[in-house]
Each structure stands twice: as structure tokens, then as C-alpha cells.
T-cell receptor, first 112, second 112 residues
Framework: QKEVEQNSGPLSVPEGAIASLNCTYS??????FFWYRQYSGKSPELIMF????GDKEDGRFTAQLNKASQYVSLLIRDSQPSDSATYLC????????????FGKGTRLHILP | NAGVTQTPKFRILKIGQSMTLQCAQD?????MYWYRQDPGMGLKLIYY???????DKGEVPNGYNVSRSTTEDFPLRLELAAPSQTSVYFC???????????FGQGTRLTVV
């Protein structure tokens, strides 16, 4: 089982709809979770981070964390063509080796 | 402030050649990382450093070496380049082990 798993996609969502990106992790000791956006040919940039169970909102983005189910998600409301990118989920595991582990990423395509 | 600067942006190496990928940061971050990203894949950690004089192996260290003589610089050395090392290499920095990582623009390396 991979440590951080994401569906590689592509996930196609109509413009204006809600895009839902999912991520599961295997290490129960993971404490912090990050969502990075990566445009084609560019470097990743941080969108959201979340430490606590529940929802965290920032503009059109909402991160959701359920530690019991070992599940993290990112919701993008009112999707725009500029949201088309690969979204990388990452988990930080302090008690194991103090590293952040990335998933493979989900390609999101917003249909105009 | 430049942030994280990687050089070169592109490089073609012949099998068996060596080279050094440069990474410099002006953010005064203690943590620095080298990742590789193969097509359609996530980021795999090669080496990381928690401060000057301290380096440690990541998930895929074989075929690479690093040094960290100053806070600002974290070069990655490839000895005896192999086709399997064809990838995009990203350098990143962070304030702490569980905080936002800032990425350089990447180095696209092809070994032929």
C-alpha cells in the first residue's frame, strides 16, 4: 500500500461546478496535510494545509480531514479554467522520520 | 528576494557523465530538500538537510550525493549518470519540517 494515494485522473469538471479531490494515507501517525497545485511544466505551490479534523476554508478552497478514516480532501467551488492543474496531496509524519511524503497527484481539467 | 534558485534549467548528459545541480535560497530556511519527479508521478525525496553540515537520505538516494556547507546552498551531485536519472529535479526549502515548502523552478535533466 502506497503511503499517500490519489486517483491520478484526469478529473473533468464543468466550469462553475465543485471539484472534489481525494487523498488517503496509510500512516496513522501523520499529523499535517498539504495540498499543492502544479501547473504543467511548473513547480508546485501550496494551496492549503490542514492539521485538525474537520473543514478548513480559504476562499474557493476547502480542505477536509478525517483522521479516523485517514482521508483528506480538497474542494474547489466555482471551478475556473485556471484551476486546471495537477493537485498533489502530501502528509507529514513526525513520529516516523520527520518527512513529508507526496502522492502522485490528480490531474484536474475544468471544462469551459 | 529571489526565493529558491535552481541552475541549470535544462541539461542533457551522456551516460557516465557527472554534473552538479545547484540550489540556492535567500529565505534563511534551515530545511532544504531535493526531489525528483518522473512523468505522471509525484515527488520522490532524494536527500534533505535540516541545517548546515547535516544531510540525510530520502526515498531514492542511490546515484546521488549532496553537501550543505552553508545555509544558502544545497547542491546535488550526480555521479555516473544513467538513463534512469532522466527526470525533473526540484529543490525546495522550508522553515520547519512540517511547514510550507517553497520550490525552485526545477531542472529538466535528460540522460542519453
Amino acid at each position: 500500500q502506497k503511503e499517500v494515494e490519489q486517483n491520478s485522473g484526469p478529473l473533468s469538471v464543468p466550469e462553475g461546478a465543485i471539484a472534489s479531490l481525494n487523498c488517503t494515507y496509510s500512516d496513522r501517525g501523520s499529523q499535517s496535510f498539504f495540498w499543492y497545485r502544479q501547473y504543467s511544466g511548473k513547480s508546485p505551490e501550496l494551496i492549503m494545509f490542514i492539521y485538525s479534523n474537520g473543514d478548513k476554508e480559504d476562499g474557493r478552497f476547502t480542505a477536509q480531514l478525517n483522521k479516523a478514516s485517514q482521508y483528506v480532501s480538497l474542494l474547489i467551488r466555482d471551478s475556473q479554467p485556471s484551476d486546471s492543474a495537477t493537485y498533489l496531496c502530501a502528509a507529514y509524519r513526525m513520529n516516523r522520520d520527520d518527512k513529508i511524503i507526496f502522492g502522485k497527484g490528480t490531474r484536474l481539467h475544468i471544462l469551459p | 528576494n529571489a526565493g529558491v534558485t535552481q541552475t541549470p534549467k535544462f541539461r542533457i548528459l551522456k551516460i557516465g557523465q557527472s554534473m552538479t545541480l545547484q540550489c540556492a535560497q535567500d529565505m534563511n530556511h534551515n530545511y532544504m530538500y531535493w526531489y525528483r519527479q518522473d512523468p505522471g508521478m509525484g515527488l520522490k525525496l532524494i536527500y534533505y538537510s535540516v541545517g548546515a553540515g547535516i544531510t540525510d537520505k530520502g526515498e531514492v538516494p542511490n546515484g546521488y550525493n549532496v553537501s550543505r556547507s552553508t545555509t544558502e546552498d544545497f547542491p546535488l551531485r550526480l555521479e555516473l549518470a544513467a538513463p534512469s536519472q532522466t527526470s525533473v529535479y526540484f529543490c525546495a526549502t522550508s522553515m520547519g519540517s512540517d511547514t510550507e515548502a517553497f520550490f525552485g523552478q526545477g531542472t529538466r535533466l535528460t540522460v542519453v
